[in-house]
């Protein structure tokens, strides 16, 4: 079944505080109510406030599910200014003739240079020692003071080899001269693999010869604590696991206890389960770098972000192919 194309004027939601120029031109073909405080609606909210909607702009902290979809019936198209669907019910969009876009490509170069400052972080402890000398206890310099581990020249292990892996592969290799090995649902062409100096492990062997490990992968249930206590034992005494991907790929409690441990030298993640809120014993975990879910946050990339969910929501609402689409 599809959505019916309005007879009446359009209607868009903008669900969060975005630049406000970058909205502008959807006011050409649409009304457009905006979000200048920038709350989060529950459900319940963004399903009356999208009822009479044809277009909706959102963020990843607004969920579409079929609940809301039944709710909508002139929704048209979701246009996601994130590369990541995992909010989205992409059957129940389908199934309704809903088209959904999102923003790949834009954010690529920004979030892989952000997943090695999240890694080099990790590596080098530069959050203990930021928080060490802030809290006035830096005395003398010392030989073994936040002593970590090299990032240049080791072995990086690359879970999720889409766009932000390659471009995190590349950094790593022809950057810091790293060795990088990968894992991926698929294998990539031969001539991508020398062009990265990449080579191909299955996930048990990529994690015992890596050093550092690095989750890029879309999230998908399949994905769900794919990095558990198994996974975490299997890497190496003191290696460093670093998150950009989605919170459920790793298993918090598992985490926590393998740094607790010593076991994992160091941890990165921008990610987690159930953010904003953080897990009490990441909290209180040695040796682990938190940030909240920034890794494409700069200003030209989420600029951006949202130019190109604007552009789309502008051709589907114009009875244009998306640019974008979710293939
Ligand atoms: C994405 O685009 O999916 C990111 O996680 C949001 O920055």
Not at 40 to 58: C, M, N, S, V, Y
Request: hydrophobic share 50%.
């Amino acid at each position: 079944m599809s959505n019916l194309v309005a007879d009446g004027p359009l209607r868009v939601l903008v669900a969060r505080a975005v630049f406000p120029d970058v909205i502008e031109p959807l006011r050409a073909v649409a009304e457009v109510e905006t979000t200048p405080d920038d709350a989060i609606a529950t459900p319940e909210a963004l399903r009356q406030r999208l009822a009479d909607k044809h277009g909706a702009f959102i963020t990843g902290s607004e969920r579409i599910d079929a609940a809301l979809l039944d709710a909508c019936p002139q929704l048209l198209v979701v246009s996601t200014m994130t590369v990541g669907v995992d909010h989205i019910d992409l059957a129940a969009c389908a199934e309704r003739g809903v088209t959904v876009t999102h923003a790949p490509d834009v954010l690529t170069e920004t979030t892989a240079d952000f997943g090695f400052a999240l890694l080099l972080a990790a590596a080098r402890q530069v959050g203990e020692a930021e928080r060490y000398l802030r809290a006035g206890q830096w005395k003398k310099w010392s030989v073994d003071l936040f002593a970590g581990a090299d990032v240049h020249g080791a072995t990086l292990g690359i879970v999720g080899m889409g766009r932000i892996g390659q471009a995190i592969a590349r950094r790593a290799a022809h950057g810091f001269n790293m060795r990088v090995l990968y894992h991926n649902r698929k294998r990539l062409a031969a001539h991508l693999e020398d062009d990265l100096r990449a080579s191909y492990r299955e996930l048990p062997e990529l994690l015992c010869e890596s050093r550092h490990v690095l989750l890029a992968l879309p999230y998908s249930p399949a994905a769900y604590h794919l990095i558990g206590a198994t996974e975490l034992a299997q890497m190496q005494p003191g290696a460093t696991l670093v998150n950009i991907a989605r919170g459920g790929v790793v298993d918090e409690t598992a985490l926590a206890h393998a740094l607790h441990s010593g076991h994992l030298g160091a941890a990165g993640l921008d990610v987690f389960e159930g953010e904003p809120a953080v897990n009490p014993a990441l909290l209180a975990a040695p040796r682990l770098v938190l940030t909240p879910h920034i890794a494409s946050s700069s200003i030209p990339t989420r600029r951006a972000m949202a130019q190109l969910a604007v552009d789309n929501l502008v051709a589907v609402l114009q009875g244009q192919p998306p640019i974008t689409p979710v293939a």
